[in-house]
């Protein structure tokens, strides 16, 4: 769904906006590529959301962001869904950190969570922090704002998926027919009479013999 990619992209642009502007307090050289493939990459084109290069230390962090359902299993936060998402994440640009790795990089792996609901992953802060060069402050600022837009976004699908459920409902109704639904209607009205005699012959009674003499 269309909707479902913006709120993702509408996400990373506010994460995108917050590094640009903590770039000035660093003095190594930075670059920052978002949603481009890794040069020399073999294979598919896997395109992680972050990747900053620290040409002065020759450390990289690949970071994929990820709003996710949510869902726990059991009180271990282990098992949630953000915890799943964030190690299939891993999982997936791994092959990426070998060969950053075998060309001389250091390479810090990881990924931003957050659910569609508004939970946020307990790791997001030390991302922010350690990785995207966010200072302490504006990482937790940042935190609570996707939290909130995250759910804005979600409350935004819902009333899109409910309208497009309603055109479909009322598409059907008019492809029946006004006879058909008439049909329908008497059909359900016979359903009800027939309940109420069935009660009355259940319980005892006598059917009503008003108006023959």
């Not at 990820?66 to 791994?94: C, H, M, N, W």
């Not at 704002?145 to 819902?158: D, F, N, T, V």
């Not at 029946?176 to 012959?201: C, F, K, M, N, W």
Request: charged residues 30%; aromatic residues 4%; proline residues 3%.
């Amino acid at each position: 769904m269309d909707a479902v990619r913006t709120r993702h992209d509408d996400a990373l642009k506010i994460i995108e906006r917050a590094i640009a502007s903590s770039a000035g307090d660093r003095k190594d050289r930075v670059e920052l590529r978002v949603n481009q493939t890794v040069p020399s990459l073999p294979g598919p084109a896997l395109r992680p959301d972050l990747q900053v290069y620290n040409h002065t230390t020759r450390s990289v962090s690949v970071v994929d962001l990820a709003v996710a359902f949510e869902d726990q299993a059991t009180d271990d936060p282990r098992t949630s869904s953000l915890a799943r998402i964030a190690e299939l994440k891993r999982a997936k640009y791994d092959c990426i950190k070998r060969h950053l790795e075998r060309q001389g990089w250091t390479v810090h792996l990881s990924s931003l969570v957050y659910g569609s609901l508004g939970a946020v992953a307990g790791g997001n802060l030390a991302v922010y922090t350690e990785q995207l060069g966010v200072l302490n402050r504006d990482a937790k600022r940042l935190d609570r704002h996707l939290s909130a837009e995250c759910i804005k976004s979600s409350r935004r699908i819902w009333n899109l998926h409910c309208g497009q459920h309603r055109e479909r409902q009322n598409g059907h109704d008019q492809a029946q027919g006004p006879s058909q639904a008439h049909v329908q209607g008497r059909r359900h009205g016979r359903s009800r009479q027939d309940a109420r005699g069935s009660l009355v012959t259940e319980t005892g009674g006598t059917p009503s013999h008003r108006g023959r003499r």
